[in-house]
């Protein structure tokens, strides 16, 4: 499926911005992972080379300490390196007692429904005609970092 991307933008923030917006326990942890996270060196330099071409979506929430405080500013550095383009959909509240609607609670973006947002963080990656070539959710498979998993994502979807 393909989507409008120029209206998705129009609705995120910045990695940046919603990394300087965050609070608490989980600014402490980002902060953390934005001075000591070393990114896979050759896994970013291929990612390099189609960063023009994809744009990273990302649903967060500020109480996610587990996945999404360390994954968020991954991408952060990502966006610094090499331009990668990442939009973050954050304040997502969970309704303990509603299973068929978990994101009921404002200010649950409506995008959780489009997008069939189980668990946080959801990375979507698009290319740049709002085609979606992958997911991840929550964190990378075992012994992938994150840039390693966009980078198999990219290979695959942008032939």
Not at 15 to 37: M, N, P
Not at 77 to 106: C, F, S, T, Y
Not at 111 to 134: A, L, S, W
Not at 149 to 159: D, H, N, P, S
């Amino acid at each position: 499926m393909t989507r409008d991307l120029k209206q998705l933008m129009d609705k995120v923030v910045p990695a940046e911005e919603y990394l300087s917006k965050t609070i608490g326990a989980f600014r402490s942890k980002s902060d953390e992972v934005l001075q000591t996270y070393q990114l896979k060196k050759d896994a970013v330099e291929e990612l390099e080379k189609y960063a023009d071409r994809l744009y990273i979506l990302v649903f967060s929430a500020e109480w996610c300490l587990k996945d999404c405080a360390p994954q968020v500013p991954i991408l952060q550095q990502l966006h610094e390196k090499i331009g990668l383009k990442v939009g973050i959909l954050g304040g997502l509240m969970r309704d303990p007692l509603n299973a068929k609607q978990p994101w009921r609670i404002p200010p649950s973006p409506a995008e959780v429904n489009d997008f069939n947002v189980v668990k946080v963080p959801t990375i979507i990656i698009f290319d740049t005609t709002g085609r979606q070539i992958g997911t991840i959710i929550e964190r990378p498979g075992p012994g992938k970092t994150l840039e390693e998993a966009i980078l198999e994502f990219t290979r695959a979807g942008l032939r």
